[in-house]
């Protein structure tokens, strides 16, 4: 996964998320945050770029607290393929199973990726 730092590639983020709008409103306004100043220490990742198929944003990972709050280590994703959904969730560094975290989107297939992904790993999901 690549972290999007660049003020052009965010702003040219939010004109392509604003186009798929309302299923990409859990991550647009964490995209325009961080364009913006950022003042919430969260962070924008794609799995390439500029023709991305998944956008993860998360907490910067220095700034988590506590291992075991859901509310604080919340993600945020975006997907236009679910293969690369699963990818993400099933092989990368990207998601943390060190700590409990909850995941928002508004696709359909999200929970089931989730659940099997979770199921595979022996891990429980609430």
């Known amino acids: 996964m690549q972290i999007l730092r660049c ?10 998320l604003r186009k798929s ?3 990409t ?15 919430a220490a969260h962070e924008v990742l794609v799995d390439s ?3 991305f198929s998944v956008v993860l944003t998360r907490l910067r990972p220095e700034e988590h607290k506590d291992p075991k709050d859901y509310y604080t280590n919340q993600l ?3 997907y236009r393929d ?3 959904l699963r990818a993400l969730l ?15 989107g508004m696709q359909e297939g999200l929970d089931e990726a989730v ?3 979770a199921g595979a790993r022996g891990l429980q999901v609430e």
Do not use: D
């Open 49 to 51: 770029w500029p023709h």
């Open 82 to 84: 679910e293969g690369a």
């Open 115 to 117: 659940r099997e992904v």
């Open 7 to 16: 003020p052009a590639q965010l702003q040219l983020l939010e004109e392509t």
């Open 76 to 78: 945020s994703v975006f």
């Open 25 to 39: 409103l859990p991550v647009l306004g964490t995209v325009m945050t961080v364009a913006r100043g950022n003042p």
């Open 90 to 104: 099933g092989g990368t560094g990207t998601v943390s199973r060190a700590r409990a975290f909850q995941i928002l």
């Open 21 to 23: 709008l309302p299923t």
